[in-house]
């Protein structure tokens, strides 16, 4: 696992293999529709995601260390320049937290699989060479063809 490879995959919600396929069904993490629902497997690669039943429980360590840093921010901003008093500074970092939750649950997954899973460049060519193959295929020809006249 390498720092940049795990930040790109985290972010862009990517396989942590071939960082191509998406791993949660919305990208966006506040859209409640469906924003907590895990993919089984990377649709490029085949990744099976849950290595093992309750394999993302341990996201709650990576959940609690990101919940425990906005409280380490606010903590922090509040020493050096708002001087707030104590109860205002529990609700603000209650707040932030609540607020964050849903990026925190889908960035700590992401993490968690990040963890447990390189990224190899074998599996990213994997799509590469499929998309030039289909792009000189017959039937895009044909419909440039019928597009043309
Ligand atoms: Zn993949």
New binding site residues.
């Given amino acids: 696992m390498k720092i940049p490879e795990l930040i790109y995959s985290t972010v862009t919600n990517t396989?942590a293999?071939?960082h191509?396929?998406k791993v949660f069904e919305n990208t966006n993490p506040y859209n409640f529709k469906n924003a907590f629902k895990l993919k089984n497997s990377?649709s490029?690669?085949n990744?099976k995601y849950e290595k093992e039943p309750g394999f993302f429980y341990g996201s709650l360590y990576v959940s609690y260390a990101l919940s425990s840093g906005f409280f380490m921010i606010w903590f922090f901003i509040d020493s050096f320049w708002l001087h707030m008093d104590a109860i205002n500074l529990a609700l603000i970092v209650t707040a932030t937290i609540l607020l964050a939750f849903p990026l925190v649950h889908q960035y700590a997954k992401l993490i968690w699989l990040n963890f447990f899973v390189k990224y190899d460049k074998k599996?990213a060519k994997v799509k590469q060479k499929k998309e030039d193959t289909t792009s000189i295929s017959p039937d895009t020809r044909n419909v440039n063809v019928q597009a043309g006249n």
């Fill in positions: 396989c293999r071939c191509q396929g990377c490029e690669c990744l599996y």
